[in-house]
């Protein structure tokens, strides 16, 4: 049975329900083993998408540039007469179809795959951020489940011309082997995916944007320095950094305070033994030029003030057997429930109280995957339904808690740091931060594919630790270099912020019962001066290329609002048409204009660069006019190399 409409196509071949339908300047698929189609839940697609004409027949749908087909009870996707992809197609013997579902018993709930024909040649981009993946996806398996420094963002962007979104947040796996590309949910109660075709890989992301939604503004007031480090324990250490950027005459736009401010995981507020004076110290700071931040853990201790409260409204995520708790770090704790709108208007309520009363309205969300202490999905139960069919939408409802009450209170220039996103968290203030990754050039080298990636999926604003996270000694020559060229590469990135756990370990300031702000262990300084005098004078001016910038930034940044496309564009993003801009994973463009070349190598003093088909100004101003081609730049300690696009 078929039935049409003038935007979709719903065939029911019996075993199998499916809806083809155009959805904004793309296609939307959806589809149920038996039964009616759940059509409640849209998940990334929550937006009314732009009205387009589209062209529905019998056995098509078509909109935009792309059209797809029915062959059977196989889908085959085009643009115009040009082959996109399709359902991979199996000979009969077989006994297999590309749509495949496993119920699970006594559950609405399946598991399913959709399993499209592999193409040779083709280069895959976008997914979020994967630690060991590759730039070029193609041959990876990814698992779709957000940890620490894994984030699963399912767009995936072609240069066979076309985006692909996995519409579904249950725990999963997406596989783009030689012989097949496999897209596969653990458990869920419809399959929905969504595709989009056009021109150029911009525009592809351009429609994509415009069904997911547009990212909030970056503020411009916080397109400066940001000044953060594990941890500042008490109000005296981190007025004394802020006092010396404002006495050495360094602007700062932001200074954060990290985790166990706090007594228990779950107060959610100042520990009056070490921040004694709150109101002072904002109101001292702003008379600095300098806006607080301040963490706040998604995690409730059963021993904080505020446990019994998130319990007794069942507002804490819950799990399947034994003990409830879901995170065990200096304390067992419970993750808040940030799929029910009920837990997020109780959670910002207290961030209202403890914080908002002293005029702090920025929150870094530590801990957003959530991160749980074991990664056993089919453990947990949220409000929305079980963890592993719902649990990837948590870190994007976690940030919306935030948004909601900041843009209900009236919060001018919302942005707050996020350690883990989904598609749709643009939406809601999201500066996303790639987690806790170590120190070292192999794992800067990591760091610049996934910020090109987040990019590619939808993520505009992307910053990763400056020197990285974890194992850095001030007093190391090779870390020391690191955080130069670190440095002068985040000087060219959405924000330019300071953080990570050094060493030498400064320690808690107490021994003793699990006491907040004195009983939590910090690390060494993190401060522009804290690493030598060369390394200083080097900071410095990159600190000051980064704030003559900020005119070009806030407009780079105001076309990826409007577009969607990042302000760190993967090279094939402004040169489609040239195939090694679709493999270049070691320089980017900063917004249009300016071609950026990271070193990423310890004692690299020149470097290769590939400059597109143009003209070229490098960084001493000479003039290159390029056919398309590598040229050797030197790359001397206190230059990245930085060429300026013709126009």
Same mark, same amino acid.
């Given at each position: ?192 995916? &969504? ?168 929150? &870094? ?67 996303? &931060? ?147 801009? &679709? ?65």
């Amino acid at each position: 049975m078929t039935e049409k409409t003038s935007a979709s196509l719903q065939v029911n071949f019996g075993h199998e329900t499916l809806r083809v339908e155009a959805w904004g300047r793309g296609i939307r698929v959806r589809a149920v083993p038996m039964g009616t189609l759940p059509l409640d839940r849209d998940w990334a697609l929550d937006l009314t998408p732009p009205a387009s004409p589209a062209v529905v027949t019998e056995r098509s749908v078509e909109v935009g540039d792309i059209r797809c087909e029915l062959h059977g009870d196989r889908l085959v996707f085009f643009s115009g007469d040009r082959l996109l992809f399709e359902e991979q197609s199996y000979p009969w013997s077989l006994h297999e179809r590309a749509r495949t579902y496993t119920m699970h018993a006594g559950s609405p709930s399946f598991a399913a795959s959709v399993r499209f024909e592999a193409q040779d040649g083709e280069v895959l981009h976008g997914m979020g951020q994967y630690r060991n993946a590759r730039y070029n996806l193609k041959g990876c398996t990814l698992e779709m489940a957000h940890r620490n420094s894994q984030i699963s963002v399912p767009f995936l962007l072609s240069s066979k011309g076309y985006g692909f979104l996995w519409n579904n947040p249950a725990v999963g796996r997406a596989v783009f082997a030689e012989n097949v590309t496999e897209w596969r949910a653990e458990a869920t109660e419809c399959v929905d995916y &969504w595709v989009t075709a056009a021109p150029t890989p911009a525009e592809t992301i351009a429609n994509y944007t415009d069904v997911t939604g547009h990212a909030s503004p970056l503020p411009e007031s916080l397109m400066g320095l940001w000044q953060c480090k594990l941890r500042y324990r008490t109000q005296d250490e981190l007025m004394a950094v802020a006092r010396e950027y404002h006495r050495r005459g360094i602007p700062l736009d932001s200074i954060v305070i990290d985790f166990f401010h706090w007594d228990y995981q779950g107060d959610w507020c100042f520990d009056p033994e070490y921040w004694p004076d709150p109101a002072g110290m904002v109101k001292e700071l702003r008379e600095m030029g300098i806006r607080l931040m301040v963490s706040v853990w998604p995690t409730v201790d059963p021993r904080s003030k505020n446990y019994h409260g998130f319990a007794a409204n069942g507002y804490l995520l819950r799990t399947e057997r034994g003990l409830p708790y879901t995170m065990n770090f200096q304390g067992e704790t419970v993750f808040y429930d940030a799929t029910n709108p009920g837990a997020r208007k109780f959670a910002y309520d207290i961030l209202r109280k403890n914080y908002g009363q002293y005029g702090i309205d920025m929150f &870094w969300l530590d801990e957003a995957e959530p991160e749980f202490t074991v990664n056993d999905y089919d453990h947990y139960r949220t409000y929305l339904g079980p963890y592993l069919e719902v649990g990837n939408i948590y870190p994007r409802m976690h940030s919306k808690m935030v948004y909601d009450g900041q843009a209900e209170d009236g919060v001018k220039d919302i942005l707050n740091l996020v350690r883990c996103a989904w598609v749709g968290s643009p939406r809601y203030g999201a500066l996303v &931060w790639s987690g806790d990754i170590e120190s070292s050039f192999r794992e800067m080298k990591v760091q610049l594919q996934n910020g090109l990636n987040m990019g590619a999926a939808g993520i505009p604003w992307w910053i990763s630790d400056t020197g990285g996270f974890y194992g850095g000694n001030i007093e190391d020559p090779v870390f020391r270099e690191l955080m130069v060229r670190w440095f002068q590469w985040a000087a060219f990135m959405p924000v330019l912020r300071m953080h990570g756990d050094r060493m030498p370990d400064a320690g808690p300031l107490v021994h003793g019962p699990d006491h907040g702000g004195g009983f939590s262990r910090s690390g060494a300084p993190n401060e522009l001066w804290s690493y030598g005098e060369e390394a200083y004078e080097i900071l410095l001016k990159y600190a000051g290329i980064r704030r003559e910038m900020k005119d070009y930034l806030k407009k780079t940044a105001d076309e990826a609002v409007a577009s969607g496309l990042p302000v760190m564009r993967a090279m094939y993003l402004e040169y489609p048409e040239d195939p090694v801009c &679709w493999t270049l994973w070691d320089q980017y463009m900063f917004g249009s204009g300016y071609l950026v070349a990271p070193v990423t190598e310890y004692g690299a003093r020149e470097r290769k660069v590939y400059l597109p088909a143009g003209q070229w100004t490098d960084t001493e101003g000479k003039t290159i006019d390029s056919e398309g081609g590598f040229v050797t730049t030197s790359a001397p300690l206190d230059i990245m190399p930085v060429f300026h696009r013709k126009g």
